[in-house]
Nanobody, 115 residues
């Protein structure tokens, strides 16, 4: 059974930085794409960043220039470096992986940015 496990969330002040990491276990395949989504209560889950196995990356407009995601295909891991954090970045961040027609999700990690 494939599991994605996030780590690295927490509380940070405005302008600070956090790094999220995600590791896949139980998988014997390489994800076609991996990345991060986030969700706040009452709103749909939204894309933050995603990277294909070839290294092509997409970012939400709201995080471009502040967040950087990277992945290790051999280890099936993905990370998210978040700089210059803002209160509106507060959310639960979910690791995501896609393989063929299936989506895989982590359980989420809370990121809180205080003003």
């Amino acid at each position: 059974q494939v599991q994605l496990v996030e780590s690295g969330g927490g509380l940070v002040q405005t302008g600070g930085s956090l790094r999220l990491s995600c590791a896949a276990s139980g998988s014997i395949f390489r994800f076609n794409a991996m990345g991060w989504y986030r969700q706040v209560p009452g709103k749909p889950r939204e894309l933050v960043a995603r990277i294909t196995s070839g290294g092509a990356a997409d970012y939400a407009d709201s995080v471009k220039g502040r967040f950087t995601s990277s992945r290790d295909n051999a280890e099936n891991t993905v990370s998210l470096q978040m700089n210059t954090l803002k209160p509106e970045d507060t959310a639960v961040y979910y690791c995501w992986g896609a393989y063929r027609n299936n989506d895989y999700w982590g359980r989420g990690t809370q990121v809180t940015v205080s003003s």
